[in-house]
């Protein structure tokens, strides 16, 4: 298994400094233990508003400047670990979505960090955090059909060789690259800012590889320390 390590543009040290990440890339194996996930995000939800991390507040409120520092209005499209938390929040849970998916979610809500799970097999070349220039295609749904669009110059964008994979960096993902149960070959990426300790990050990095596990028991993982501080 060849383990992915992102390419991240310089230009992201100015709008994020000491942004870091785990990058992780999965083998899967047949899942056995779907109630694994199911469990995992049950108990994330219910533990949310009693047993947020210290530092979560500061975290996602960092990660809302960073979102202003290039262009991003937080209240409307805010990062995908606030998202989930607002949803949580409101109506008391999430519904269940898929056993992967379900589980990188509970991931993120516990530890009030961004999560991203792709289809590795649909990536084209290696994925890259980059500055978009406007002209990059996004592939989406509007209104229940296929349709596509370009990011806003500036923005922050992830992106393969064929187009952007996810809008405002952790916002938005796109169709071609999203990840299920079926994908033989997954990479997931936890992004985290200086107010999140770096133990943390392994612990949440560690969670899901544990998760993965005992919900595909057979898969193999590789860890990959990205940006800023870190030691792969």
Known sequence: MQPVT???DSAITDIAP??????????????THPEVAEAALQRACQELAADAPAWAEAHLEA???????????????PCSA???????????????IDPVVDLYNAVSLRFAIPVGGENL???????????????????TMKEGVPAHESPEAGEVIWR???GVTCRRWNWRQGVRTRLDAEAQRMWFILESLPEMPLEALREAGDQLIDGLQRMMPG???????????VVD
Not at 219 to 229: H, S, T, Y
């Open 160 to 162: 393969d060789e064929v």
């Open 82 to 96: 606030l998202a989930l938390r607002k949803r949580v929040l409101r109506d008391g849970s999430l519904p269940s």
């Open 6 to 8: 992102p390419i991240i």
């Open 121 to 139: 097999a649909a990536y084209a070349g290696t994925p890259r955090l980059v500055v978009a220039d406007g002209s990059e295609m996004f592939d």
């Open 63 to 77: 990660w809302g400047e960073v979102f202003r520092r290039f262009g991003a209005k937080p209240q409307r499209t």
């Open 219 to 229: 898969m193999k993982a590789e860890l990959r320390w990205v940006g800023a501080g």
């Open 18 to 31: 000491g942004f870091r990440a785990l990058s992780i890339t999965v083998e899967a194996a047949p899942i």
